[in-house]
């Protein structure tokens, strides 16, 4: 949030009748009680319905008692409607708006009970990948995963700094090197009629659990991997072909995508936008549609085949990474490992025309990856 706003709102907490946030007057000269704070509950549509949103309760409330650059709270009343989403906006005593804030409040969204005809999940008997799905007599191509996808800044060094080794390490500063995943499929075992357990091991990826449901076309997806180095990128990835999508719609911060070192403005809430592929600095189209997502609860991927749903059930974790953003034409910034549609666990910085992420500061620095991890993911087609 910039920092000439004032009334910076932090730490929301559910007090039993009502919500108390922590607040922070940037105002030099100003009481907090010269601004309102207008509120608004939202019940947020789920990954099958659609649609957008729905305010269930709003109200209004005087700012509190708090000396210029002094902190305070502000208490919002509790709302006995269902609800996903806690929208504040801040209103200065001339009647100008300063800005809005939204917190997601409430439980996971998920699926309602909408039922498929008929559906079929298809998998690699040499990989243990999902490779496509059938739904009522219709394929989609989601395929070749989930499957471990990690990547380092190519004139990094393994101990991250830049190598001063390699002769070549200047001319790759825009350029990330994947780490290949030298793992080998065990085999699929089946412990139940829509249980399968896929089994790895030598590599990156441990296993991947699948649960089927058939009625409602999802697969339940839990894929266990491990790495331990210097990453920029990291997580687990699908492919599936880009000039088939058409827009998407979520739930999660928005509407536009973040970067490692670049994770504030967007707000929580229902967004949604068509495909695009700007080339910056060339083309003007916003917000981008590909990049990666911050706490998305669920994301649905319109394409021409039908519709691909995914409901992160780690939102506070994992990013959902939508392909991977397009530099300029020279290529002067970056040029990132394909990551398809993925859950990941990093997502690389952005530097800028001078400098590389190493002299960008510490929100900028590589990721050091040092154990398990898990991805947890529901995927429903459509």
């Not at 990551?339 to 997502?347: A, E, F």
Request: charged share 25%.
């Amino acid at each position: 949030m910039a920092d000439d706003v004032p009334g910076r709102l932090t730490g929301l907490r559910n007090v039993v009748d009502h919500y108390e946030l922590a607040v922070e007057n940037r105002y030099d000269f100003l009481n907090l009680n010269t601004v309102s704070f207008q509120y608004e509950f939202v019940s947020l549509a789920d990954v099958t319905r659609g649609g957008s949103e729905k305010v269930v309760k709003s109200g209004k409330v005087k700012g509190p008692d708090v000396a210029p650059r002094a902190q305070g709270r502000i208490s919002i009343p509790a709302c006995k409607e269902d609800a996903n989403l806690l929208r504040i906006t801040a209103t200065d005593l001339n009647g100008r708006q300063l800005m809005t804030w939204s917190q997601p409040v409430g439980g996971q969204l998920s699926f309602n009970d909408r039922q498929v005809k008929g559906f079929r999940a298809d998998f690699d008997s040499k990989t243990g990948r999902l490779n496509g799905v059938e739904v009522n007599g219709r394929r989609i191509s989601l395929a070749n995963g989930p499957r471990f996808v990690a990547a380092r800044r190519s004139d990094r060094s393994l101990d991250q700094f830049y190598n001063h080794d390699d002769k070549q390490a200047e001319k790759k500063k825009t350029q990330y090197t994947e780490f290949a995943d030298a793992g080998v499929f065990v085999r699929l075992d089946t412990l139940a009629a829509n249980r399968i357990v896929a089994r790895y091991k030598l590599g990156c990826m441990d296993s991947v659990v699948y649960l089927l449901n058939e009625a409602q076309g999802t697969v339940s997806v839990e894929a266990h991997y491990n790495f331990q180095g210097v990453v920029d990128v990291m997580g687990v990835m699908f492919d599936y072909p880009e000039e088939k999508v058409r827009a998407k719609q979520w739930v999660g911060q928005g509407p536009y995508r973040v970067w490692q070192n670049r994770m504030h403005g967007p707000q929580f809430g229902f967004w949604a936008n068509d495909y695009n592929d700007p080339v910056p600095a060339e083309s003007f189209e916003y917000p981008e549609f590909k990049g990666y997502f911050a706490a998305v609860n669920w994301m649905s991927i319109q394409t021409d085949e039908g519709r691909i749903g995914i409901v992160n059930l780690q939102p506070d974790e994992d990013f959902v990474g939508v392909y991977e953003p397009r530099d300029g034409r020279d290529h002067i910034l970056y040029t990132l490992p394909q990551t398809g549609i993925s859950l990941l666990r990093v997502i690389p910085a952005v530097r800028n025309k001078v400098n590389t992420t190493d002299l960008n500061g510490l929100s900028a620095q590589p990721y050091w990856a040092n154990g398990n991890y898990v991805a947890r993911f529901v995927l429903q087609f459509e």
